[in-house]
């Protein structure tokens, strides 16, 4: 398997602007999980995903954030505006429920430069 | 509310030196992960913990947990400049069933020096 899926590596944008971060998990894994790691407030779960399902998304730090996951080899994280703040390593990883224990995998992340 | 803590957050060592990083949480779990980051990089999972005196080595590395003290090790044996990374434990509320969140320590920046 080529492990999770994250695109773009990185991202430089404006402050006010729109940016979408894209996560492919592991195919059959059925957790997802997105994480924004910075070195102020180190990593910090945003929102998790079972079976396309949010299902905790205390994470999330306000409604410039939000997450979608139309299907299972897909998902997406949006801020929406951006503001500087917001520059982080966006991290998406995965996980399988079937296992009993909670083994997360996780993609290269997303560099987001917000000016 | 669980919370993990590791101890040191910084660890600078000579290669060949042993050394031992900690990792309490605080609620009930029978379940810890260790976790590797390269700078730049992602996290690379390095060790599963599933129960009371539970321990795995790999290479220099050797990981146990006692879920009566709440606390895990991870023992670096003779240290080499290769292992310089920062080192995450995480530990998830032991509920049925499968994948839950993680709750990530802050990770211990460790530096091998020659």
């Known amino acids: 398997d080529a492990g999770v899926i994250q695109s773009p590596r990185h991202e430089v944008t404006e402050m006010g602007q729109e940016v979408t971060l894209r996560c492919k998990p592991i195919s059959g894994h059925d957790y997802l999980f997105w994480y924004r790691q910075t070195m102020m407030r180190g990593l910090e779960l945003l929102i998790y995903f079972n079976n396309n399902v949010p299902i905790d998304d205390s994470g999330m730090p306000e409604d410039r954030f939000s997450a979608k996951m139309p299907n299972a080899s897909f998902s997406t994280l949006k801020i929406q505006p951006s503001e500087p703040r917001d520059s982080a390593v966006y991290f998406c990883?995965?996980?399988?429920?079937?296992?009993?224990?909670?083994?997360?995998?996780f993609g290269p992340g997303t560099r987001l430069t917000v000016l | 509310e669980l919370k993990v803590e590791q101890n040191p957050l910084f660890l600078s060592m000579q290669e060949g030196k042993n050394y031992t990083i900690y990792c309490n949480y605080s609620?009930?779990?029978?379940?810890l992960y260790w976790y590797r980051q390269d700078p730049g990089k992602s996290l690379e999972s390095l060790f599963v913990l599933l129960s009371n005196g539970a321990v795995k080595q790999e290479g220099r590395l050797m990981a146990s947990l006692d879920t009566k003290a709440r606390l895990s090790t991870l023992h670096i044996t003779a240290a080499v400049h290769d292992l310089s990374a920062t080192y995450f434990c995480?530990?998830?509320?032991?509920?049925?069933?499968?994948?839950?969140?993680?709750?990530f320590g802050k990770g211990t920046k460790l530096t091998v020096n020659p």
């Open positions: 995480a530990v998830d509320r032991n509920l049925q069933g499968g994948s839950e969140k993680l709750v």
């Open positions: 990883a995965s996980s399988s429920g079937g296992l009993s224990y909670n083994e997360q995998f």
């Open positions: 609620t009930t779990s029978d379940r």
